[in-house]
């Protein structure tokens, strides 16, 4: 570990990395009790005091009802909002806990009970503590799971959340300007034309549309010196036992990370491959917007999305991957787009656009791919017709057939 990641984090280092919040009307720390998020609430209270004019700070601790520590913890957070002279909420995941994928629901809970705080307290931006250790685990998750080059940039310094009540598929996004917190729009939405991303690398203007925004000021920062920051300044943290349970991918890959440095791959290695990715991920979108323009032809009175056949042949296979993935986003109805699915529809696509004469008629999430002598067109797939499932005996009449989705 070179010496500067042992440093603790000085008050310049920190009124540069919440500068561009400076002018918001109030935020929210996302503050668990651990040492990155306790030590976020210590350098936002700190910045927003030496300031004449800022944001109130609302810190914001979800108890997720999983460990009977959790409650000490969260009033532990508390107090220590008070002493930094901040406000402070602890709000609850109640009800029944899933069995199976229970990390990622407990992490869907928490932005949308993240998000609900934000609204009331009239904030456009929610502050987490994830710092380059969590970008470089990301990174390895996403890898492992044979994520794009989308997944590969990593997680966002700001991401928009206008839609955390739902949980983000592993690959949501792959193929265009997402990735798996990127969001994108609900099944419900239709759409006109592609709402296409407009900053590099997918991140947008704290406040734009009336979002609210999960920013990650610390992302190119290792954790080594905000636990260095909280010793200096003498406050305590809690350790969550999770963050080792073997049964989860995260605590298995922190595992294995040391290993992994000690033949040059460290987290400091990962995070520049996810900005690099997220530099070419930036001109990918950009050439995705270009084909759009070009190639659009008039949409229907239905919404449904249509390319110029003979210019969508020229493209570029990712970029034609991309224009026929975030069409089908946007005009089907059954949610994400799975990388696998739609390269395997983009292939055969690809191959009968090969003959003049070929028709090629395909479905995925919700959306019918269809190509004519003049275009490639996406638009809302038929519903689905219904089976019946018979429930009677030899000899019983039939009325006791169910329907079959």
């Excluded at 009239?122 to 503590?129: R, S």
């Excluded at 946007?330 to 003049?356: F, Q």
Aim: a positive charge; aromatic letters at 2%; charged letters at 25%.
């Amino acid at each position: 570990m070179a010496s500067h990641d042992s440093e603790p984090i000085s008050a310049a280092e920190a009124a540069a990395l919440f500068a561009d919040l400076a002018s918001l009307p109030a935020i929210v720390l996302a503050v668990s009790g651990g040492p990155d998020s306790t030590a976020l609430m210590v350098l936002a209270a700190r910045w927003r005091k030496a300031r004449k004019k800022g944001p109130a700070l609302v810190a914001v601790t979800v108890d997720h009802g999983l460990r009977k520590e959790a409650a000490a913890e969260a009033r532990a957070v508390g107090k220590l909002a008070r002493q930094l002279g901040i406000a402070h909420r602890t709000l609850r995941w109640t009800g029944a806990k899933p069995k199976a994928g229970l990390p990622q629901a407990a992490r869907a809970a928490r932005y949308r009970l993240l998000a609900a705080a934000a609204r009331k307290a009239g904030a456009p931006a929610i502050l987490t503590a994830h710092t380059l250790d969590d970008q470089a685990e990301t990174v390895l998750i996403r890898m492992s799971r044979g994520s794009g080059l989308t997944g590969l940039a990593g997680m966002r310094r700001i991401a928009a959340l206008p839609h955390a009540e739902r949980a983000p598929s592993p690959l949501a996004g792959e193929g265009w300007g997402g990735g798996p917190e990127a969001n994108r729009s609900p099944p419900s939405r239709r759409a006109s034309r592609v709402d296409l991303p407009r900053k590099g690398g997918g991140e947008e203007e704290i406040g734009a549309r009336d979002h609210i925004h999960l920013i990650r000021p610390f992302l190119g920062m290792p954790k080594s010196r905000l636990i260095a920051t909280l010793a200096a300044a003498n406050v305590a943290f809690a350790e969550d036992p999770s963050n080792r349970d073997p049964r989860f991918t995260r605590a298995r890959l922190r595992g294995v990370m040391p290993v992994l440095a000690a033949e040059g791959l460290d987290a400091s290695r990962l995070g520049l491959l996810a900005r690099r990715m997220t530099r070419a991920e930036a001109a990918l979108a950009a050439a995705a917007r270009h084909a759009f323009d070009e190639l659009a032809v008039k949409p229907a009175a239905d919404g449904a999305l249509a390319f110029d056949r003979g210019g969508f042949r020229t493209l570029p296979a990712e970029i034609a991957q991309r224009l026929v993935g975030r069409a089908i986003d946007a005009v089907g109805d059954e949610g994400p787009v799975e990388l696998a699915k739609l390269e395997a529809l983009c292939a055969a696509l690809d191959a009968a656009a090969a003959d003049a004469k070929a028709r090629f008629r395909r479905s995925l999430a919700g959306a019918l791919v269809s190509l004519t002598p003049q275009a490639v067109t996406v638009e809302r797939a038929p519903a689905r017709r219904r089976r019946t499932l018979t429930t009677r005996r030899a000899g019983v009449s039939g009325r006791g057939q169910k329907p079959l989705d």
